[in-house]
């Protein structure tokens, strides 16, 4: 246990965090992508998971200690419904609530095609599956900085 640190965040999720830099993608994905075989195409190149964990619960802990990137549009995204791309599910809201409670403001994601998204994630620094098992669960956190202090 380690103090001031979420106990949701296992030690390879930290040290991946850690290891990021600014402008690295990490995919945070529900139980039912293919995240095995897409971790293996990523930076990291092996899974890391978080099993016990909804995607917002798991974004929560992630996003109290990984800045997202301030440059970009593209800071966060989720991975569209097929036919019906401009649904936001309950899912989606959860971790959209989370990013807005990270960043002290309202940030919506951009919406990424089921099959861009796949594309997207094997370019990833790394895959992180949680044991969301509603549909949809599947989001881009591009890291950001961490300024100095004044």
Excluded: W
Excluded at 27 to 36: E, G, M, R, Y
Excluded at 71 to 91: H, K, Q, S
Aim: proline share 5%; charged share 25%; aromatic share 8%.
């Amino acid at each position: 246990m380690l103090k001031g640190i979420d106990n949701r965040l296992n030690a390879e999720v930290l040290g991946c965090l850690r290891a990021m830099g600014h402008g690295d993608v990490l995919i945070l994905a529900d139980t039912n992508f293919p995240a095995d075989s897409v971790a293996r195409h990523t930076a990291l190149g092996t899974l890391l998971r978080m099993d016990n964990l909804t995607c917002g619960e798991a974004a929560e802990a992630i996003l109290s200690v990984y800045p997202l990137d301030t440059f970009v549009e593209d800071f966060a995204g989720r991975m569209e419904i097929v036919g019906d791309p401009r649904t936001v599910p309950p899912v989606q809201a959860e971790v959209q609530a989370a990013i807005d409670r990270a960043e002290g403001k309202a940030r919506p994601m951009i919406g990424i095609e089921r099959f861009a998204f796949y594309d997207m994630a094997k370019k990833a620094y790394a895959v992180v599956q949680t044991g969301e098992r509603r549909f949809y669960g599947c989001f881009m956190l591009r890291k950001g900085v961490i300024p100095p202090e004044a």
